[in-house]
């Protein structure tokens, strides 16, 4: 069974309005092959007869099919760079302005997919144990996916996913066989909440943000959109917080909300206060 190009914009427009991810034209093949187990699971006999159900969609097809369009590839330090930034910059200039405050640290991925980002960061915290006594430090990670947010928080990894970016250092400090798996200790897991949260949507009451890392996701949406969710991340920055994207992302034309720091081309700070 395949997607002709009218059910294709259908069911494009209803993913792009309701999660801000935008599928291009030759994108029909993954969209098949994505939404296929969703038609058995949904006993729904055609990709046409889908689209018809989307208008007037529970709010489970609705959850199934954005989940199901969303791409949740992550692995544990990405890119590494922006775990040097952290440890090096981003936390003793924070730390600094905390110093005999009694204000916490405030830690969001925003687009955290199968937690490997916010373990990363989980685990930077615990390295930098010395540097952050006294602080309570906490990090919230969301996702729009709930299939992604429940293998976060499982926080169980396979022998690839676990020696993706993990040393065999880190693996062994931090987390505990099972098998042939890995799952996270539980001093790692405590130190994250997860969360299910739509980045188009109001961001409701999650507290203000000290570092935001949203990396690997504004990359889905278009300019409009991503203009919309910087915002939405700015009001919940505090003025000297810190904003790290993904290796191929940029604000550069795109946001004044946000401004270069020079200590890298991903890494900003708010403009302003609001
Ligand atoms: C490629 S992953 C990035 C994971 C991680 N940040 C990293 O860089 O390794 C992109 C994530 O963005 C999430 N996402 C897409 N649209 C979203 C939205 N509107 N609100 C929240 N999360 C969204 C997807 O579910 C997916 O898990």
Redesign the pocket.
Known sequence: MSIDQDTFDKIARFVVLE???KLSKNKAYMMETRLAPILTRFGISSFQNLAMRLLMATAELRQAVVDAM??????FF?DQTPFDLFNNIILPKLVEQKSGTGKGLNIWCA???TG??AYSLAISVLENAKLLEGLNVKILA????QS?LKTAQDGLYNQFEAQRGLSAQRLITHFDQEGTAWRVKPNVRALVEFKE????QPLGNIGRMDIVFC???LI?FDVETKQKVLLGIRKQMNPDGYLML?AAETLIGISKEFLPTGEHQNLFQPASSL
């Open positions: 999660s801000g991810i969303t791409t949740n590839e992550s692995f990405r687009a955290a997919a490997q980002e969301t996702d729009i996916s992604a949260l739509n980045l188009l990396r690997n996701v889905y993904g």
